[in-house]
């Protein structure tokens, strides 16, 4: 079954004042010159399928610059019949989701009612920056489909911040008997933690290996590997064992939020010895296995969104990823690219809806129809 957003529309969300598109069940580009505000409009579907930007960190750096508030909206077909969506934002106010004119109580309640897959050139900060990047990838992809995983997590994280708040105290360390409620905490959900991400990472990798040798057809071999200190010892020997460290240090020094993803080459880091085109195909292939992985776990295609990736990977990347449309592998995709006669050199032939949607300064015309909707 395909996740389908047949309606997106915006106000007041980056550079969009106002804007709104009807999208087809297949495949729909976004075309026009950088700045007009295609990557927006993906991070705005992003919003409707995770509860928050793939970019920012900070819902409020979504704001039109002078204003105060903004708000996407989605309508979502399901065989139940549509899914009105609402997320709004404002400055001084918690954000707001909504769904058929329902409050959620908690944002984790919508997580993984719409899957969704991101591929952007962003992405090479999976290879590039700290272990934080990759675990937040990790969770959010988890989370898709495990909410029981994402219940863990926020709890872990909970009491990670208030045992964290403790050993800094101001007053001194803190007793054996204040520590032990939040070590039992992180103990019972960090444990539960470990073990999906140990499960999860070995049904990914393979994955992984598949799309990277369908894309690149070379020699080289790579693996995705995880990196935690849950495999050495439990939860509760490494809380006990850091008990001195973390006093000195003021912080909880090990545990499942310290563990890592491990992208290697040919047994080697791809970090250091992958070339950027390495990389690349590693990067799509790993968000392909996310594809996959999503599909098999909850029985919905995500959608696909492709940001600027045509302009960014060479033809042979790109025959992988166009034999896999033509396929009828993905459901939706929403694909953003600044040439819309490369687009079409790419994609007619596939036997695919397609429909593009033309930005610019003015506004979004729909180039099947000619119809215009101005932002």
Not at 69 to 97: I, N, Q, Y
Not at 240 to 251: K, P, S, V
Not at 268 to 290: H, N, P, V, Y
Not at 339 to 367: E, K, Y
Request: hydrophobic fraction near 40%.
């Amino acid at each position: 079954m395909n996740v389908q957003l047949s309606r997106l529309s915006v106000l007041q969300f980056r550079n969009h004042r106002e804007a709104g598109v009807e999208l087809g069940p297949q495949v729909n580009c976004l075309v026009g010159p950088n700045g007009t505000g295609k990557t927006n409009l993906l991070d705005a579907v992003h919003y409707l399928c995770m509860c928050k930007s793939y970019f920012e960190s900070q819902d409020l750096l979504n704001v039109l610059h002078g204003e105060e508030w903004f708000m996407v909206k989605g309508t979502m077909e399901t065989p139940a019949g549509p899914d009105e969506l609402s997320c709004s934002v404002r400055k001084g106010h918690r954000k707001v989701f909504i769904r058929n004119r329902k409050e959620y109580d908690r944002l984790a309640d919508h997580v993984g009612r719409f899957p969704a897959v991101m591929v952007t050139p962003y992405d090479g900060q999976l290879v590039l920056d700290g272990s934080e990047v990759r675990r937040r990838f990790l969770d959010g992809l988890i989370a898709q489909f495990d909410r029981a995983y994402l219940d863990h997590l926020l709890r872990y994280n909970r009491a990670l911040a208030q045992r964290n708040l403790l050993l800094k105290a101001l007053h001194g360390p803190p007793s054996r008997g204040a520590m032990d409620p939040w070590d039992e905490q992180l103990i019972l959900h960090g444990e539960a933690v470990h073990a999906v991400r140990k499960e999860f990472m070995a049904a990914m990798a393979p994955l992984l290996e598949q799309h990277y040798q369908g894309i690149a057809d070379g020699p080289e071999r790579v693996a995705l590997g995880h990196r935690t200190e849950l495999d050495e010892a439990s939860m509760r020997e490494i809380l006990d064992a850091r008990r001195e460290r973390d006093l000195q240090a003021q912080h909880t020094t090990g545990g499942t939020h310290k563990d890592d993803l491990v992208f290697s080459i040919d047994g080697r880091s791809l970090r250091k010895f992958g070339s950027q085109g390495q990389q690349k195909t590693f990067l799509i292939a790993l968000k392909l296995a996310q594809f996959d992985l999503t599909t098999a776990r909850t029985g919905l295609k995500p959608l696909l969104l492709l940001d600027d990736i045509f302009d960014k990977i060479d033809p042979k990347r790109m025959r992988h990823l166009l034999r896999l449309l033509g396929d009828g592998r993905f459901g939706q995709v929403i694909i953003t690219d600044t040439d819309a006669a490369r687009l079409h050199a790419a994609l007619d032939g596939l036997g695919l809806d397609t429909r593009f949607f033309l930005l610019d300064h003015q506004g979004i015309t729909v180039a099947a129809t000619g119809q215009t909707a101005h932002a």
